[in-house]
């Protein structure tokens, strides 16, 4: 195929701009070390990346992403006043906490390189890992894992959950997010 004809070419513009990324302060800090491992191999190289957090979300109705506004996001584990003081700044629409686990996408140079990506981020716990694209340009992995949360709080400035339910929630939230950082330490170790 020949997406292992175009695989350095690639390789060179995705290194360019997570390198403009990295001084724009674009990146999540504590990935840097895996996408700097990824990038050293000869195969492969990361397009993009997050390392997973924990947010609280105003949006008009659940779903629509290009309105919503972040009141609160971390990349870390939350103390229950930081997501109260996020919350205090709802003022309309729906009011969400939503965690999300890691997403790393990665150029592979072969087919055969790509699923062994797969089945080592799979070992690791990125139970939906798979192969997301090929194409005659490109060959692209997706490093996912299961962690998730969306918990509705409230609408149109009102909270209609309890503090002690929230205090709950970030618990959940935090054990969710130390749970899939192992992940990426695991996955780094392993590479």
């Known amino acids: 195929?020949?997406?292992?004809?175009?695989?350095?070419?690639?390789?060179?513009?995705?290194?360019?701009?997570?390198?403009?990324?990295?001084?724009?302060?674009?990146?999540?800090?504590?990935?840097?070390?895996?996408?700097?491992?990824i990038n050293s191999m000869e195969n492969y190289f990361t397009t993009?990346?997050?390392?997973?957090?924990?947010?609280?979300?105003?949006?008009?109705?659940?779903?629509?992403?290009?309105?919503?506004?972040?009141?609160?996001?971390?990349?870390?584990?939350?103390e229950f006043e930081e997501v109260m003081e996020a919350i205090k700044k709802h003022?309309?629409?729906?009011?969400?906490l939503l965690v999300r686990s890691p997403i790393?996408?990665?150029?592979?140079?072969?087919?055969?390189?790509a699923v062994k990506l797969v089945n080592l981020a799979v070992s690791c716990g990125f139970k939906y890992s798979n192969i997301k694209s090929i194409?005659?340009?490109?060959?692209?992995?997706?490093?996912?894992?299961?962690?998730?949360?969306?918990?509705?709080?409230?609408?149109?400035?009102?909270?209609?959950?309890?503090e002690d339910y929230i205090r709950k929630l970030v618990e959940v939230a935090n054990a969710q997010l130390k749970r899939f950082k192992d992940k990426l330490r695991k996955l780094e170790k392993n590479l």
């Open 104 to 113: 790393l996408h990665v150029g592979a140079r072969t087919l055969e390189d």
């Open 135 to 162: 194409s005659d340009r490109k060959l692209i992995v997706e490093i996912r894992s299961t962690e998730r949360l969306d918990a509705f709080l409230g609408e149109n400035g009102e909270l209609l959950v309890s």
């Open 1 to 37: 195929m020949k997406f292992t004809e175009n695989f350095e070419r690639a390789k060179k513009e995705a290194l360019m701009s997570l390198e403009i990324a990295l001084r724009r302060g674009e990146v999540d800090e504590d990935i840097i070390p895996l996408l700097k491992k």
């Open 91 to 96: 003022r309309e629409g729906q009011l969400w």
């Open 48 to 78: 993009s990346s997050c390392s997973g957090r924990i947010s609280v979300m105003e949006m008009p109705h659940f779903g629509d992403k290009v309105n919503a506004k972040w009141l609160g996001k971390w990349h870390r584990e939350v």
